[in-house]
């Protein structure tokens, strides 16, 4: 995917850059990108490394189990299908607390065990069950406490208040995970079974 | 709307207070934790360099060449009447296919309107609310052999749709113009 959209967009900005006469445009653009870039790395890395730390803390006391647990309430509501203790249940809270956190990489490894036990519940093996659906779309809309990334950036780029957009952020991606939730919900309905 | 921006500010000093709190109630080693952690980060951001790199320049040469310009253009019309900022179009259209991608373009929007416009206020919460929907997807079902997704595709980019909407809405709601 990245072949073509990252090729695509250096061919197309060359040559069409090139046909409207802006060849030293694109020079500086190349040489710019570059030390953008790297400015760009020096500021995250004090910032993330800050936050990775104090994230580790969190891990090492149990918070994503504490988060998890927290969750099983409406995990029940959500995935009736799959049985109360089964280790898929465990499994996709881990990776809802781990993305509100904001732990990528705790949460993907957690994502694909979930995978694993639905699929060993799902009867038909090459088609995705009512319980797949819902987690999918839930895990790709998911709700993120702070997402540091984005403090960096505008914090790179000399915001006068990084972080006034955190609360924001969060009020749009609930919305965007209840609708998420509402719209599999309804398709549950009209596909049956 | 100063309260949401009050809270904002006070999340992340709150966040670091508990968990360090935390770990001090858990006897959690917390100093050994936070510098394995923040090495991790480091790592990370090494990591990644490489891509934001390559990813930047790409993106500084569509800015540079017009082609960035020549689409907001060409969008403007079917998007101007929502009073959607034009120039989060192809942000929005990116993050669904590609996140590296979408950081570039973010960053060519702060580095043009600013962090603190309108369209860069839109950007930033955008960027939380919208996912990588066709990568994740490809991982995840492909990962177990599952082949027909049935509605999976449609919900998220609901969810999607939704995030983009709120993110315009909240911004305009909280900061105004």
Same mark, same amino acid.
């Not at chain 1, 850059?17 to 004090?46: F, P, Q, R």
């Not at chain 1, 699929?119 to 790709?140: P, V, Y």
């Not at chain 2, 449609?154 to 939704?162: F, Q």
């Given at each position: 995917?990245? *072949?073509?959209? =990252?090729? &695509? ?12 006469? @802006? ?7 190349? !040489? ?13 890395? &004090?910032?993330?490394?800050? =936050? ?9 006391? &149990?918070?994503? $189990?504490?988060? /998890? ?14 049985? $109360? *203790?089964?280790? /898929?249940?465990? +499994?996709?809270?881990?990776? !809802? ?6 732990? &990528? =990489? ?14 060993? !519940?799902?009867?038909? $093996? ?12 839930? *895990?790709?809309? %998911? ?5 540091? *990334? ?40 009209? #596909?049956?079974? | ?22 770990? #001090? ?13 923040? @090495? ?64 570039? !373009?973010?960053?060519?929007? +702060?580095?043009? #309107? ?14 939380? %609310? ?7 997807? %490809?991982? +995840?079902?492909? %990962? ?28 305009? =709601?909280?900061?105004?113009?």
């Amino acid at each position: 995917m990245l *072949n073509f959209i =990252w090729g &695509g967009m250096l061919i197309l900005g060359i040559i069409w850059g090139l046909c409207s006469g @802006k060849s030293a445009e694109i020079t500086t653009s190349l !040489l710019n990108g570059g030390k953008d870039a790297v400015n760009l790395a020096i500021t995250m890395a &004090g910032i993330i490394s800050f =936050w990775c730390g104090i994230m580790k803390i969190a891990e090492k006391g &149990g918070i994503i $189990k504490g988060i /998890a647990k927290r969750l099983m309430p409406v995990m029940k509501f959500l995935f009736p299908q799959v049985p $109360k *203790n089964h280790k /898929a249940m465990q +499994y996709i809270a881990t990776n !809802l607390a781990a993305n509100f956190l904001g732990l &990528g =990489w705790a949460a993907t490894p957690a994502g694909l065990m979930a995978m694993k036990e639905l699929q060993d !519940l799902n009867k038909d $093996k090459t088609i995705a069950s009512r319980a797949m659906c819902m987690f999918m779309i839930i *895990n790709m809309s %998911s709700v993120q406490l702070i997402s540091v *990334n984005i403090f960096a950036y505008r914090a790179q780029y000399l915001s006068q208040n990084p972080s006034e957009i955190i609360l924001p952020s969060i009020i749009a991606t609930c919305a965007s995970t209840i609708a998420g939730i509402v719209a599999a919900l309804i398709y549950e309905r009209r #596909f049956g079974k | 709307m100063r309260w949401i921006i009050y809270i904002s500010q006070m999340l992340m000093p709150l966040t670091v207070f508990s968990v360090v709190m935390y770990g #001090f109630l858990q006897n959690v080693n917390i100093y050994a934790a936070f510098v394995e952690g923040a @090495k991790e980060g480091l790592e990370t951001v090494v990591g990644i360099l490489p891509t934001l790199i390559g990813l930047m320049c790409a993106v500084e040469v569509l800015r540079g060449s017009g082609v960035l310009e020549a689409l907001c253009r060409l969008i403007e019309p079917l998007i101007s009447v929502t009073g959607f900022p034009v120039e989060a179009v192809p942000l929005a259209l990116m993050k669904a296919v590609s996140s590296s991608g979408a950081t570039g !373009l973010l960053l060519d929007i +702060y580095n043009i #309107f600013g962090p603190d416009s309108f369209t860069g206020r839109v950007a930033s919460v955008m960027m939380g %609310s919208t996912e990588t929907i066709f990568y994740t997807m %490809s991982v +995840y079902f492909m %990962s177990v052999g599952i082949k027909k997704t049935r509605y999976t595709l449609k919900g998220a980019l609901i969810a999607n749709l939704v995030g983009i909407i709120c993110a315009y809405g909240v911004v305009l =709601w909280v900061f105004g113009r």
